[in-house]
């Protein structure tokens, strides 16, 4: 059982919990990190295949060739827009890849746990989904420490198998950059750029079936 302090916690670990860009180069005590891995670690998976790996990146060299590819893929998608809205697009997100003190590489390999993982011979990216679990399990640590996190997936998975030298059958799911801040937003910063809005709730739940209220 929870106590109502403990699930107050809880509660304000998923509320609070940003997606950060920006970080300030005090460094993270080895434990604390650590933690966060562990608490990735964590989580449920299908079939209990336990399909993450986590690389934790710290040397400036490699981050700036990460933030190299990042930046690459966000200019090449900004020809999805037009005008004004290129320019928002642009000049949204300034990645937090060699600023943050460590950037994390989770990784999702399809391989481990041999051909029959139980309930992934259905949905085959149940994979994926679980590592998203592992990478949620490590943003609301993170954000329970104080710390900040930001995603970025904003680039070819080629490019970052070849910066960080991961075999080919593994996919390079997110690049969690991770690290203290002073600019903590208490909206999503794509809510506040006026980008998109949270959507109401009474919009998304049926009742029995799809659509009915
Ligand atoms: C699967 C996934 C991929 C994401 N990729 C990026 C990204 O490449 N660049 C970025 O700036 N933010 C990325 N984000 C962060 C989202 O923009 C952010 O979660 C969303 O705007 C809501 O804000 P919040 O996390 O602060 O609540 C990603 C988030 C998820 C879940």
């Not at 304000?12 to 650590?34: E, G, V």
């Not at 400036?60 to 966000?74: M, T, V, Y």
């Not at 997110?174 to 506040?192: C, F, H, R, V």
């Amino acid at each position: 059982m929870f106590t109502n302090e403990e699930q107050a916690g809880v509660y304000k670990a998923i509320f609070n919990r940003r997606d950060i860009r920006s970080f300030l180069p005090d460094p993270i005590s080895k434990d604390t990190l650590y933690k966060i891995l562990e608490a990735g670690h964590h989580a449920p998976s299908v079939g209990f295949m336990q399909p993450w790996s986590f690389i934790v990146v710290s040397n400036p060299d490699i981050k700036e060739r990460l933030a190299w590819a990042a930046d690459k893929e966000r200019r090449a998608l900004a020809v999805h827009y037009e005008g004004e809205k290129e320019n928002k697009f642009l000049s949204l997100k300034v990645e937090g890849l060699k600023e943050a003190p460590y950037t994390i590489c989770v990784t999702c390999d399809p391989t481990r746990g041999g051909s029959h993982v139980l309930g992934r011979n259905s949905i085959p990216e149940t994979d994926i989904l679980s590592t998203a679990c592992a990478i949620q399990n490590m943003w609301l640590a993170a954000c329970a420490e104080g710390l900040a996190m930001g995603w970025v997936s904003f680039y070819k998975k080629n490019d970052i198998r070849d910066i960080l030298e991961i075999p080919p059958h593994v996919e390079p799911v997110a690049l969690m950059s991770i690290g203290y801040t002073d600019q903590y937003p208490d909206k999503p910063i794509l809510e506040t750029a006026k980008w998109e809005k949270r959507r109401s709730m009474d919009d998304l739940i049926f009742l029995d079936k799809w659509g009915e209220k």
